[in-house]
Nanobody, 131 residues
Framework: QLQFVESGGGLVQPGGSLRLSCEPS????????IGWFRQAPGKEREGVSC????????NYADSVKGRFTISRDTAKNAVYLQMNSLKAEDTAVYYC????????????????????????WGQGTQVTVST
């Protein structure tokens, strides 16, 4: 079971920004697609964004397009989720997840943000958007 450390969550006012980080523990992310997911209280976990292992292909949920940006830094062995123009409805626990990707990984799937496509999950970081 792969392990990750997610960080960067916190309390922010509507319209503010946060950057979440996903860093693996003891392995390299080079051959893994990474997805960011979130789960609000009483709701199902939903996909937010994914990035292919190559770093040149991404997908976003409609609800975050134009506001969130996913990126990966090979040198730092980390994946980031830059979240701008945050709204109250973005409040949730955010998780990063990984799945092997040797060319046509989950981010290329017809439903790239499906929870079931990713087999390794982090513990999550809380994001709260509130006045």
């Amino acid at each position: 079971q792969l392990q990750f450390v997610e960080s960067g969550g916190g309390l922010v006012q509507p319209g503010g920004s946060l950057r979440l980080s996903c860093e693996p523990s003891g392995f390299t992310l080079d051959f893994y697609a990474i997805g960011w997911f979130r789960q609000a209280p009483g709701k199902e976990r939903e996909g937010v964004s994914c990035i292919a292992a190559s770093g040149d292909f991404t997908n976003y949920a409609d609800s975050v397009k134009g506001r969130f940006t996913i990126s990966r830094d090979t040198a730092k062995n980390a994946v980031y989720l830059q979240m701008n123009s945050l709204k109250a409805e973005d409040t949730a626990v955010y998780y990063c997840a990984a799945e092997q990707d040797y060319g046509l990984g989950p981010c290329f799937h017809s439903a790239p943000l499906a929870v079931g496509l990713y087999s390794s999950w982090g513990q999550g970081t809380q994001v709260t958007v509130s006045t």
